[in-house]
């Protein structure tokens, strides 16, 4: 991987880890705090899928093997998994569908 790639990689991840709803509240919706369908967990939730699709949306130039790391979809099934949000949401799609897109042009 280019230096560049590792760069865009590492950027990459803080951005998404810092509103990532799985590693500070999923906890709390398997301690029963929380709900799954708690409005502020769907809204977070929702804001993330849009950061991460933004992320992908950024990666051009970026080889398939950084995109890989960056594969949503084990991130998606946990939360459609637990209730959090269905696999039909728009947001959902549309983070799948750049992510494909993100793939079909890596170099």
């Known amino acids: 991987m280019s230096e560049s ?3 865009y990689l590492q950027r990459a991840i803080a ?3 810092q509103s990532d709803p799985i590693i500070k509240l999923l906890q709390e919706v398997k301690l029963g705090r ?3 369908t708690d409005k502020g967990l769907r ?3 929702e804001a993330w899928l ?3 699709r933004q992320v992908l949306q950024s990666s051009n130039g970026v080889d398939r093997n950084a995109l890989h790391r960056l594969n949503p979809l084990p991130r998606l099934e946990v939360l459609i ?3 959090v949000i269905p696999a ?3 947001a959902v799609l549309s983070l799948s569908a750049a992510f494909e897109q993100a793939l079909a042009g890596a170099r």
Do not use: K, N
Request: a negative charge; zero cysteines.
């Open 43 to 45: 809204a977070i939730t």
């Open 50 to 52: 849009g950061t991460y």
């Open 5 to 7: 790639g590792e760069e």
């Open 88 to 90: 039909d949401h728009p």
């Open 81 to 83: 998994t637990v209730g």
């Open 34 to 36: 929380m709900q799954p």
């Open 15 to 17: 951005t998404l880890s």
